[in-house]
């Protein structure tokens, strides 16, 4: 079992972040029905203005391979691609269970 955990930072007013990271966090919680390798995922958005980070994601499958597979299936990019425009940073850990 592999977790992939991605940390998002959003550039744009705290209204602007806010609403882009409503749509992503939507868009990722609908692809579980979509993409038959993720087992699970979970969304945050953050509610401490004291940090900088505004969305985290936790996605659980089954293997490496899988990270891949999920990463390019095109609902996956499509829900990527809502934070194009606003993405200031990304960190990502993936690790086996």
Not at 1 to 9: G, N, Q, T
Request: glycine share 2%.
């Amino acid at each position: 079992m592999v977790k992939h955990i991605v940390s998002f930072k959003l550039s744009g007013t705290p209204e602007e972040r806010l609403e882009v990271a409503r749509r992503f966090k939507a868009a990722l919680e609908a692809l579980p029905s979509q993409i038959d390798v993720l087992r699970a995922i979970e969304v945050g958005i953050n509610q401490n203005p004291a940090e900088t980070w505004d969305v985290v994601l936790t996605a659980t499958v089954d293997t490496m391979a899988d990270v891949e597979r999920y990463a390019k299936h095109p609902a996956h990019v499509a829900a990527a691609a809502l934070l194009a425009a606003n993405k200031e940073a990304r960190a990502c850990v993936d690790y086996e269970l």
